[in-house]
């Protein structure tokens, strides 16, 4: 009923940028919070950043003033600016959202993007 669409993912040299977009589509009545992942091979997958429906942001201290999370409530996206890439940065980057569909809510995963980072 809800899928969640990653695009934005890619090869960066350390020092640039990427911005990536996740769009939610399917019978969403509200859409509570939205949050990035990442999951680096051999890891757990970490919290990157985070944003309420109200605008309230939260970001692991690995990020905090190089990544930059928002939303587009109209248009179901979530976004999540990066600069200042690091090779340490790269991870598949997943995004979550809390949504409700009818009474239910749960939260949905995209499916993932690659992020590479080369020095």
């Known amino acids: 009923q809800v899928q969640l669409v990653e695009s934005g993912g890619g090869l960066v040299q350390a020092g640039g940028s990427l911005r990536l977009s996740c769009a939610a589509s399917g019978s969403i009545f509200r859409i509570y919070a939205m949050a990035w992942y990442r999951q680096a091979p051999g890891t757990q997958r970490e919290l990157v950043a985070s944003i309420t429906s109200g605008g309230s942001t939260n970001y692991a201290d690995s990020v905090k003033d190089r990544f930059t999370i928002s939303g587009d409530n109209a248009n179901n996206t979530v976004y999540l600016q990066m600069n200042s890439l690091k090779p340490e940065d790269k991870a598949v980057y997943y995004c979550?959202?809390?949504?409700?569909?009818?009474?239910?809510?749960?939260?949905?995963w995209g499916q993932g993007t690659q992020v590479t980072v080369s020095p």
């Open positions: 979550d959202e809390d949504i409700q569909v009818g009474f239910v809510e749960r939260n949905y």
